[in-house]
């Protein structure tokens, strides 16, 4: 049977891959955020995964209203990315781990979870720039699996922590003697679109990230049943923290949950963070 490994979290705000965009933020929150992402590499280069399911977000650039699936799983023998042209980095294409992908995907129809899936799926700059810091060789085989944190109507938080410790079952009864790391992309508090577009809410920030060191996904779940609730206080991009309630949902108990970085950026409009399970 499989293993989880680990798990990593993080924001895939693209200024972490843009430059001059890049520098408009305090040397010292780069640096600290930087260094943040080189911990989480350090640990996946330590614990040697032969996978990556991440979870991330769509942009409205592979799905639009005429098909928005709660959550889409991408399957096939490749994937090339980011399909974002105004994200002026180098394109790459990575290999996806389709064996996995299918056996999650058939799981799921066999158990009460109905996964859209796609033989087509281009990458977004929700898992290219995170992979960018944190598998810079590109060489570890991918599941994406795309949870809609976008537009209404969103599956719930709760349904994303579900559907999160449903993939980390799934994948403890993988029937192959794999290494799997697990990771989430998205968030954390900002507000996208003018008028508030640089708006970070530090406080929920660091409420929510020491709610899931503590373990208590769960009263993040309760505080915001509704989407427009949790919009308020983080912003229409803080419904992206559907990705990191996956990731908790995932990790099995032996794995401990640690903060590596967190800045408020206003220069990068969003509250920049990375955590690892380990």
């Known amino acids: 049977m499989a293993e989880i490994v680990a798990g990593i979290a993080a924001s895939h705000v693209p200024f972490l891959a843009m430059h001059p965009q890049f520098e408009m933020a305090e040397?010292?929150?780069?640096?600290?955020?930087?260094?943040?992402?080189?911990?989480?590499?350090?640990?996946?280069?330590?614990?040697?995964?032969?996978?990556?399911?991440?979870?991330?977000?769509?942009?409205?650039?592979?799905?639009?209203?005429n098909n928005l699936p709660p959550f889409l799983v991408g399957i096939g023998e490749e994937a090339e990315g980011p399909v974002n042209e105004w994200l002026r980095i180098p394109k790459v294409k990575l290999k996806l781990a389709s064996d996995l992908g299918y056996f999650i995907v058939s799981e799921g129809l066999d158990n009460g979870v109905d996964f859209a899936l796609s033989q087509e799926l281009p990458l977004d700059h929700a898992e290219v720039v995170p992979l960018s810091y944190l598998t810079p060789q590109w060489n570890i085989p991918i599941v994406p699996i795309v949870v809609n944190a976008f537009a209404p109507p969103m599956p719930s938080l709760k349904r994303c922590w579900q559907v999160g410790a449903f993939v980390g079952e799934v994948i403890r009864r993988w029937p192959q003697q794999k290494r799997v790391a697990v990771i989430g992309t998205g968030g954390i508090s900002h507000w996208v679109g003018p008028p508030e577009t640089g708006r970070v809410n530090?406080?929920?920030?660091?409420?929510?990230?020491?709610?899931?060191?503590?373990?208590?996904?769960?009263?993040?779940?309760?505080?915001?049943?509704?989407?427009?609730?949790?919009?308020?206080?983080?912003?229409?991009?803080?419904?992206?923290?559907?990705?990191?309630?996956?990731?908790?949902?995932?990790?099995?108990?032996?794995?401990?949950?640690?903060?590596?970085?967190?800045?408020?950026?206003?220069?990068w409009a969003t509250g920049t963070g990375v955590m690892a399970w380990a």
């Open 27 to 65: 040397e010292g929150q780069r640096t600290r955020v930087v260094a943040g992402f080189g911990e989480a590499r350090k640990l996946l280069e330590q614990v040697r995964p032969d996978v990556l399911v991440i979870f991330s977000t769509d942009h409205f650039d592979r799905c639009f209203y």
């Open 202 to 267: 530090a406080e929920f920030d660091r409420w929510f990230l020491q709610c899931l060191v503590d373990g208590r996904s769960g009263e993040v779940i309760e505080t915001y049943k509704k989407a427009e609730d949790l919009e308020k206080v983080a912003g229409n991009g803080g419904q992206e923290i559907r990705d990191w309630l996956a990731v908790a949902g995932a990790m099995p108990p032996t794995l401990t949950p640690r903060v590596l970085a967190y800045e408020p950026i206003p220069q």
